[in-house]
């Protein structure tokens, strides 16, 4: 029996980690994108500052076409 995956909120640093781009970069193709997913939610938003959007993971894999768990494995940055 397969234990689904709970469900994950990703940052847009952590979706441009795993597709080797700027956040920047991440946060233009989220915002113009007709196919991106929409936020789940904004996390730490303040009177002066508008907060940190995320999105649910399962949502950003489809988005990317399939889920794939080693997409999210953490890779080391090459130094040098």
């Known amino acids: 029996m397969a234990v689904d995956e709970p469900p994950i909120l990703v940052g847009s640093s952590a979706i441009a980690a795993v597709l080797g781009v700027s956040r920047q970069a991440v946060d233009h193709r989220l915002r113009t994108d007709p196919r991106a997913p929409v936020p ?10 508008g ?19 080693a997409r999210w494995t953490v ?3 090459p130094t040098g």
């Open 51 to 69: 907060g940190t959007r995320v999105w649910w993971r399962a949502e950003v894999d489809r988005w990317l076409g399939g889920a794939d768990p």
């Open 75 to 77: 890779r080391p940055r």
């Open 40 to 49: 789940a939610a904004t996390v730490n938003r303040t009177a002066s500052w």
